[in-house]
């Protein structure tokens, strides 16, 4: 367990599904920075998170964990190379220009996942991560992920 | 509307939060072949599905619709290239080996979106696809995905 306020915790008005605090009905994931350029995220899935038999996850959901752990990671990045906590003045907003997911083997549902995503690099406007997805110590997916910074009037 | 029984309500015993018939909590998407080689899909997103800011859709969604409706489009395909109606005799099985999406424009909540999923290449083993989501007739996403062929033994 990583010490501290999840990125999550500190991102003001984010209602998205899979890393909203304010979507009741979301995933809801927590990520965690573990040194300046990794964070982590722990996640249960729940049963109807399954792919076709009941016993394995859902590649969907697992793309979905990637990415908002990914883009959540960016975020904060934002705001570390702004000299700025998450969430305190101008809001710093990032969305995924693209998404690559290698799908290595399946991921028992029974188990929590644990997520690690790395700033691969970072420039204001658009920042890339690597991110591995594990059960039970195996890799099950590996992904790349371009960040792209967006406006606050993105929030129309 | 396309007539006709869709991919998923013949496939059978799929749980998948994406396209199974009997998951009641998931997506429930229905495909069906325009042509020998393109099938479509038409999805209504609710409320909860949404991105940070509630007017657009999360690209986790997004990518779950791409992922479930190309690997279905693939299941289908099997069965079109062993001469089978879609489950009919032993069971046809391929899912996700990778996924590509690239995010073009943000897809607003409050429409249906749109989604074409091409065969791109059919063997037997591996089938590869592009999808693209549409919402109002623009090109919202574009993707690449491969799926492999997995044994009946895979929902062990």
Redesign the interface.
């Known amino acids: 367990m990583i010490e501290g306020i999840s990125f999550q915790d500190q991102i003001p008005?984010?209602?998205?599904?899979?890393c909203?605090t304010k979507?009741?009905?979301?995933l809801q994931i927590k990520s965690y920075w573990r040194s300046e350029d990794e964070a982590v995220c722990t996640f249960t899935p729940l049963a109807?998170?399954?792919?076709?038999?009941?016993?394995y996850m859902?590649?969907?959901?697992i793309?979905?964990?990637i990415?908002?752990h990914s883009?959540c990671t960016a975020i904060a990045k934002g705001y570390q190379m702004a000299g700025r906590r998450i969430g305190e003045g101008e809001t710093i907003?990032y969305?995924?220009?693209?998404?690559?997911?290698?799908?290595i083997r399946?991921v028992p549902i029974d188990q929590d996942v644990e997520l690690i995503a790395r700033i691969e690099t970072a420039k204001e406007k658009k920042i890339t991560l690597s991110c591995e997805l594990s059960s039970e110590g195996d890799v099950c997916a590996q992904s790349q992920i371009i960040a792209v910074r967006v406006p606050v009037s993105?929030?129309?």
Chains 1, 2 share one sequence.
């Open positions: 008005n984010n209602h998205c599904f899979g909203g979507n009741p009905d979301g109807h998170h399954c792919a076709g038999p009941t016993h859902n590649g969907g959901i793309s979905t964990l990415d908002c883009v907003w969305v995924t220009g693209k998404l690559e997911v290698s799908y399946p993105w929030f129309g």
